[in-house]
């Protein structure tokens, strides 16, 4: 019996340290998002007046995953795509200030399922509750003792958090201002170069700064708690800024090209970099990959227009250690002007982008496109004033308003995207296929374009131009009864 006894006991201490080595083996997650900052405004993406010494040394202990890419170019669809790992139009998160339809699944939803601590700090912007079930850190992002404290609480339960910073979205009023002369910084070419842009370009600097000690706190948080080495660190940089050409609120590459590092000990060769094309709704299958999963047997809650409740997006785990340099063919987004605050028109664009050609598509040309964000105040003012005596101005700042049908960039030859190829006959058959790919992905997402640009005021969370963004979470609570999916289908015919 004794032996019998000391068996069992052996066997049951054996078990527990499996389990509990089961357990330490499973690495935490830091998801951090920057705010409306271009892909290229870093030391390390190439702008070297920008002071990012913390970005820039976090892409040195990692990969830099050079084509990643927005599948919308506004903060709320943008964040529900990266946590559900669905495409906008399909989850329902396709207009600003929006919610998902009710019963999708995020990856806060997958890991809090798979016993993680989920928790997200700053900004939030994603709807309706139920399906983001993370824990509110804290609405201060400069609060890192919350941060400390959630990710300590208990080290023997893996956590996964996101660190939302608020940086450097405009205002652009923190931050080291005395590191940027407005004289002496260089002007980006796809921007006026006068006084107003100037300073405020410096003052964007200053923030992107700021971004950059956030990251440096968070990443000391780790070090001093013994956390770094098991823990994925994943840096992007959301859609570009707001200065009016060609940034956020455009499906240019300014707008949906992000800048993405990972870092992940042991695992990730450090200082490497991959050319794989991918988008951020790959970040789910991706995390849960890491830990094991197959993300290809997940039902997300939300089908797609052919029935489908997997992802859309793809793991690129390969591509991160080392054994793939591929992922995506083709690479989607989408703009829908309706909801966003001051917009005048419907102004809705579709985009589908190879590693070398860009086509858009601008479902209503006719209209004018005007909104709050880019096409009032400063610095565009300061820009029409010097148009009049400048016509080549003048032609840039009318095509922030009127667009073609079609357009089509060699990227590898144009890379800001400035001559529209669409009608060239030598790229006929390019045009085509890229046309025919976005005809399959906007059906398989049940886009039906102008319809469903039109039916994007039923997919907020607050009355446009009238309620605080800032109050999305409270609002979400309010607004979770849905359009039912049918009812909305049949309503786009």
Same mark, same amino acid.
């Given at each position: ?31 951090? &998002?920057?705010?409306?900052?271009? !892909?290229?405004?870093? =030391? ?41 790992? %669905?495409?906008?139009? /399909? ?9 998902? #339809?009710? =019963? ?10 798979? $016993?993680?601590?989920?928790? %997200?700090?700053?900004?939030? +912007? ?48 923190? $931050? ?41 706190? *968070? ?7 013994? @956390? ?10 959301? @859609? ?8 956020? !609120?455009?499906?240019?590459?300014? $707008?949906? +090209?992000?800048?993405?590092?990972? /870092? !992940? ?15 951020? *709704? ?36 390969? &591509? ?26 419907? #102004? ?8 070398? #050609?860009?086509?858009? /598509? ?6 004018? #496109?005007?909104?709050?964000?880019? +096409? ?12 009049? +005596? ?8 009318? !095509? ?33 296929? *890229?046309?025919? @790919? ?7 997402? $049940? ?9 994007? %005021? ?36």
């Amino acid at each position: 019996m004794k032996q019998i006894i000391s068996v069992l006991t052996g066997v049951i201490v054996l078990v527990s340290a499996q389990i509990q080595a089961a357990s330490a083996a499973k690495p935490n997650f830091l998801l951090i &998002v920057a705010d409306d900052l271009n !892909w290229h405004d870093l =030391g390390f993406t190439g702008n070297r007046e920008i002071h990012t010494p913390n970005l820039d040394k976090l892409r040195a202990e990692g990969v830099w995953l050079r084509n990643m890419f927005d599948p919308a170019t506004t903060c709320s669809p943008t964040r529900h795509a990266l946590y559900t790992g %669905l495409d906008c139009v /399909r989850s329902g998160a396709y207009p600003n200030h929006t919610r998902a #339809y009710e =019963g999708t699944k995020s990856m806060f939803t997958y890991f809090k399922g798979r $016993g993680y601590r989920v928790g %997200l700090q700053a900004k939030e +912007h994603v709807a309706p509750k139920r399906s983001f079930p993370y824990e509110y850190i804290s609405a201060d992002q400069d609060d890192f003792a919350a941060f400390a404290k959630f990710v300590n609480r208990d080290k023997s339960q893996p956590w996964l958090a996101v660190f939302a910073s608020h940086d450097p979205h405009s205002p652009w009023n923190r $931050g080291p201002k005395d590191l940027y002369d407005p004289a002496k910084i260089t002007v980006p070419p796809y921007l006026h170069d006068n006084a107003v842009t100037r300073k405020l370009l410096a003052a964007y600097y200053a923030e992107i700064t700021s971004l950059d000690s956030q990251v440096g706190a *968070l990443l000391k948080i780790l070090e001093a708690n013994g @956390q770094a080495d098991n823990t994925l660190v994943m840096f992007v940089s959301e @859609q570009g800024s707001s200065f009016p050409y060609g940034g956020k !609120w455009s499906v240019y590459d300014n $707008g949906i +090209h992000s800048a993405a590092i990972v /870092r !992940w000990p042991g695992k990730v060769k450090p200082g490497t970099s991959s050319d794989a094309m991918m988008e951020y *709704l790959d970040v789910p299958p991706t995390f849960l990959a890491a830990i094991g999963e197959d993300p290809t047997k997940i039902d997300t809650g939300c089908p797609d227009a052919k029935g489908n409740r997997g992802f859309d997006g793809r793991s690129f785990l390969d &591509v991160l250690l080392g054994k793939s340099d591929h992922l995506r063919d083709y690479v989607f987004s989408q703009h829908t002007t309706m909801g966003i605050i001051g917009y005048k028109e419907p #102004y809705p664009m579709r985009s589908v982008r190879d590693p070398r #050609y860009k086509y858009i /598509r601008n479902l209503l040309p006719e209209n004018t #496109y005007e909104i709050g964000g880019i +096409h009032k105040g400063q610095p565009l003012d300061s820009w029409k004033a010097d148009a009049g +005596h400048d016509p080549a101005l003048a032609k840039r700042i009318d !095509w922030l308003y009127h667009r073609p049908g079609e357009e089509l960039y060699d990227l590898q030859t144009d890379p800001l995207e400035t001559n529209n190829l669409a009608a060239n006959p030598e790229l006929a058959a390019v045009k085509a296929r *890229l046309s025919e @790919q976005m005809g399959v992905w906007m059906a398989q997402q $049940g886009d039906k374009g102008i319809p469903t640009e039109k039916l994007a %005021l039923t997919r907020q969370v607050h009355t446009p131009g009238k309620g605080n963004p800032k109050k999305s979470r409270k609002n979400a609570a309010k607004n979770n009864v849905d359009m039912d999916r049918q009812n909305a289908n049949e309503a786009d015919e």
